[in-house]
């Protein structure tokens, strides 16, 4: 089956600085790519998600990268804000949607004023 | 807007005891899901709909039954439960498989 590894699980920056969550998968049948953030208390949320035939996505101060050959896609947060501080889950989909979605254990991230 | 609703939000239950947790959803969504959510593991599907009538099981269903009667609604049950079933659950729906999947803010069970 598909196995989503996702680095750091803790990552720590200061207000204003970029902050980057990497996440690599297995299956290379897998062609979505979303991306959670988890606010405390709260449920998972989509921020940003691409598909396997787009390099880059942005909106605003979210982006994601895939490359395909690596196996690996990448959350990058620019212009952090204390806001941003939350648990960021990446996820890789195949055809069969998210009955087989494998998720990543998760980033805290912290933004510090 | 309240998308997707679960109900309750905390519960403590003692070893063996049954509940039912219940997921609601307006926006017509063929798709819901259960997922259980503990440190260091992610979100683990229990179970899953594709439309009114159906379930299937999904990564760790042991000890869970799930009931979709009406299109909106997606019931988990537990009949005996037990200490391993303490978790926080999540249910969730999506119109399609691979688009954006709407959460719940979760249920918090405890069991003692």
């Known amino acids: 089956g598909e196995n989503v590894e996702q680095h750091p699980s803790t990552l720590s920056v200061q207000e204003g600085d970029s902050a980057v969550i990497k996440c690599t998968y297995s299956?290379?049948?897998?062609?979505?790519f979303p991306w959670y953030k988890q606010e405390l208390g709260k449920g998972p949320q989509l921020i940003i998600d691409?598909?396997?035939?787009?390099g880059e996505k942005k909106d605003q101060r979210i982006a994601v990268t895939l490359n395909k050959t690596a196996k690996h896609f990448s959350l990058h947060i620019t212009e952090t804000q204390p806001e941003d501080s939350a648990v960021y889950f990446c996820?890789?989909?195949?055809?069969?949607?998210?009955?087989?979605?494998?998720f990543g254990i998760g980033t805290k991230l912290q933004v510090i004023p | 807007n309240a998308g997707v609703t679960q109900t309750p939000k905390f519960r403590v239950l003692k070893t063996g005891q049954s509940m039912t947790l219940l997921c609601a959803q307006d926006?017509?969504?063929?798709?819901m899901y259960w997922y259980r959510q503990d440190p260091g593991m992610g979100l683990r599907l229990i179970h899953y709909?594709?439309?009114?009538?159906?379930?299937a099981k999904g990564e760790v269903p042991d000890g869970y039954n799930v009931s979709r009667l009406k299109k909106q609604n997606f019931l988990l049950g537990l009949e005996s439960a037990a200490p391993s079933q303490t978790s926080v659950y999540f249910c969730?729906?999506?119109?399609?498989?691979?688009?954006?999947?709407?959460f719940g803010q979760g249920t918090r069970l405890t069991v003692v």
């Open positions: 299956d290379s049948a897998s062609n979505y």
């Open positions: 996820a890789a989909l195949n055809s069969g949607g998210y009955q087989k979605v494998t």
């Open positions: 691409i598909r396997s035939n787009v």
């Open positions: 926006m017509n969504h063929e798709y």
């Open positions: 709909s594709v439309g009114e009538g159906t379930t």
């Open positions: 969730a729906s999506s119109q399609e498989l691979n688009t954006e999947a709407f």
